[in-house]
């Protein structure tokens, strides 16, 4: 342990003991400014938090299911398994409820257009499904790299209205598209928000997204009381910018006696160059507006990072995963392909669920962790999307060939 961290205060001033902050051009920073009082006006504002909800109830389809994983239970033969199921939120992961929320602001704002940047394209399509909902003008930076491999999620925010624009800077991947969103921003910020699509940034979107994920936590906070009448003693989820899991930690952060694993993408391996493991393998820097921790060079050049899932290959991490880990009251562990891709088919028979590969990450530290705990103790793994989108990539990982291209 070295410095005790609280969340109440971080998410007031933006700092998660060294990390987060506003590190922006002078062109963006009025902007932000601007971002952070609306955010700070409205976060506990009656009308505000009644529409969120009720968006989050009759449009996402929450509260989201905690589902005993009894099968899994037996076969493994430890800790009582729960799954938090964000597969079952329309649009088919966690990141409706994040984008609802800033939408919200954006709209209270007075802003017009919504834009966003997106890796695989998850996070595209909830933005333009919304922007689609409340009739805003969306439009969507991906990289080149992506847009050529994700055809379909294109074709899909087109289908909602939405422009996608093909980023051919650097090397055409999500971090490109981020820089790319961010250059717009800052050209159109007159009728123009920016949709942050995980927990990462300049202030205030770690704190915005920390609280409009945090409905997880909340929820199953009171659906396990309800069942097995106490907290559990493990929370885990997967990792990419860190928006799942510090939704499924928020309300466990200030119960000690509650373990909260992170599980990301270890790619390849650790030990090999094919990896976007960060909490492992990365170190302090500034990029994207925040002070976090990042896989880079000694010059601080961001490196290329690999995972099989597309949703978890970001260079970088939320800044309060960082803070997390620092103060020792959160642990990451990293998480192969191999691992997962097993996770995919073990939980798909176990279970007769088809979990995104993102997820799988932390149903395959559940397979390691449940075994060696005693039967009384109580496991809730983070279900952060379903796994449609990632059929065809496992087949092709397992030398089966689906289509002709
Ligand atoms: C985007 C995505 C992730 C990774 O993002 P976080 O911000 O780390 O949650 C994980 N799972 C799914 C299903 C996703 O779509």
């Known amino acids: 342990m070295t410095e005790t961290y609280t969340p109440e205060e971080s998410m007031q001033n933006g700092r998660y003991l060294e990390y ?19 955010y700070n006006q ?21 509260p989201s299911l905690l589902y005993y994983a009894k099968n899994m239970t037996e076969d493994l033969g430890g800790a009582q398994i729960y799954f938090k199921r964000e597969d079952l939120n329309h649009t088919g ?7 609802i929320g ?5 709209k209270r704002m007075g802003k017009k257009r919504l834009i966003a940047e ?19 003008e969306c439009e969507i930076f991906m990289g080149k790299m992506d847009t050529d491999r994700q055809r379909l999620n294109v074709y899909r925010m087109e289908l909602l209205g939405a422009k996608v624009n093909a980023v051919t800077s650097g090397s055409m991947v999500l971090k490109d598209a981020v820089n790319a969103a961010l250059q717009n921003y800052a050209a159109r910020s007159s009728d123009t928000f920016c949709v942050m699509g995980s927990a990462v940034g300049p202030h205030p979107f770690p704190a915005m997204v920390h609280d409009f994920q945090s409905v997880i936590s909340k929820e199953s906070k009171q659906q396990i009381q309800t069942v097995a009448g106490r907290l559990p003693d493990y929370v885990i989820a997967c990792l990419g910018g860190g928006s799942n899991a510090i939704g499924s930690f928020a309300e466990y952060i200030e119960e000690p006696s509650v373990k909260l694993i992170g599980c990301e993408a270890a790619g390849k391996g650790v030990d090999t160059p094919q990896t976007a493991a960060t909490m492992k393998l990365g170190s302090t820097g500034i990029f994207h507006g925040m002070k976090s921790r990042f896989l880079q060079n000694k010059d601080g050049q961001i490196d290329a990072v690999y995972s099989i899932s597309a949703g978890l290959d970001y260079p970088g991490i939320g800044p309060e995963h960082v803070a ?16 997962a891709v097993n996770a995919f088919e073990y939980i798909a028979k176990q279970e007769g669920i088809i979990a995104a590969i993102e997820s799988c990450h932390a149903v395959a530290e559940v397979q390691k962790l449940a075994p060696t705990l005693p039967k009384d103790k109580i496991i809730i793994c983070t279900l952060s999307g379903r796994g449609d989108k990632d059929v065809a990539s496992i087949a092709k990982y397992r030398g089966i060939q689906l289509s002709d291209d």
């Open 102 to 106: 800033q939408a919200l602001i954006a």
């Open 20 to 38: 987060g902050g506003q590190y922006l051009p002078e062109i963006l920073l009025p902007e932000i400014k601007r971002v952070e009082a609306a």
């Open 118 to 136: 997106t890796g695989a394209g998850q996070h595209g399509v909830a933005t333009a499904t919304i922007a689609a909902l409340f009739g805003m």
């Open 93 to 99: 992961a966690h990141k409706i409820n994040n984008v």
């Open 42 to 62: 409205y976060k506990d504002d009656p009308d505000f938090l009644n529409e969120f909800h009720t968006l989050l109830r009759e449009y996402a389809g929450r």
């Open 324 to 339: 997390l880990m620092d103060s020792g009251r959160a642990t990451y562990v990293p998480i192969t392909d191999d691992e």
